[in-house]
């Protein structure tokens, strides 16, 4: 599963952040358009976690709506997929947003 290797990656990129600290909550930003299952990483995340400064954290999830602009109009639209037309009909266009896969916060345990 795709999402178990980006949930290792997650965990891994933040345990190196907190250099070794507990950390208590994790925020991460997945766009609807990214191609990951935000609900799978939410489903491994316990068990990568496990070991690693990261057990027992929060995950918190932000799911944002994908949005992209028009080449033809310059209008910008709601993207609920990668290939949703411009209202104007016409296909080709800028993702501005949706795409996103990353770490926002992180917490960390204070002693
Ligand atoms: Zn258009």
Do not use: Q, W
């Not at 997650?10 to 990951?36: D, F, Q, Y």
Request: charged content about 25%.
């Amino acid at each position: 599963m795709h999402e178990l290797g980006i949930t290792r990656n997650i965990v891994a990129i933040v345990s190196e952040a907190a250099g070794g600290r507990p950390v208590r909550r994790v925020t991460l930003e997945v766009g609807k358009l990214s191609g990951v299952m935000a609900g799978a990483i939410a489903f491994c995340f316990d068990a990568v976690a496990k070991g690693t400064p990261l057990e027992g954290a929060t995950l918190e999830i932000c799911e944002i709506e994908g949005r992209g602009r028009c080449s033809a109009c310059g209008t910008e639209f709601a993207m609920p997929a990668i290939y949703t037309p411009c209202p104007c009909g016409a296909r080709g266009s800028v993702r501005l947003e949706g795409e996103e896969l990353k770490v926002k916060t992180m917490e960390l345990e204070i002693a």
